[in-house]
């Protein structure tokens, strides 16, 4: 349901006429553990940014422009916790950490012209 929801946002995102043309969608699939970790880096041409935790058994937590710390920050539940942050918060570094080893993080950037 989570998943069909974030695709559902997404997709309204991408192709209302206020994004449509604007964004290219960028996404990347990270193997983060339980030091904290640089997910995505910074890009002043993002419009949107969308963090999900794809692990089946932990938890991650993100900061944005600081190191990860467990308990802190943004917090993506295990099994498809996600947040999609605008341009006012999503231009900067993305770190992450996980509550166990071999957690994958799935980020989707829409990056303008």
């Known amino acids: 349901m989570k998943r069909i929801l974030t695709v559902t946002l997404l997709s309204l995102l ?3 006429p206020v994004w449509a043309g604007r964004s290219k969608l960028i996404h990347s699939n990270v193997t983060v553990g339980t ?4 997910v995505i880096a910074t890009n002043t041409s993002r419009d949107f940014l969308l963090l ?3 692990s089946a058994n932990n938890d991650m937590y993100s900061m944005i422009n600081n190191p990860a710390v ?3 920050g943004i917090r993506l539940n295990q099994g498809g916790g996600s947040i999609l942050l605008d341009a006012q918060w999503s231009i900067g570094q993305v770190n992450c950490i996980a509550t166990a080893a071999n957690g994958t993080f799935l980020g989707t ?5």
């Open 70 to 72: 467990v308990n802190q």
């Open 14 to 16: 991408v192709t209302s």
């Open 52 to 54: 999900q935790n794809d």
């Open 35 to 38: 030091t904290s970790i640089q």
């Open 109 to 113: 950037e829409g990056v303008g012209p």
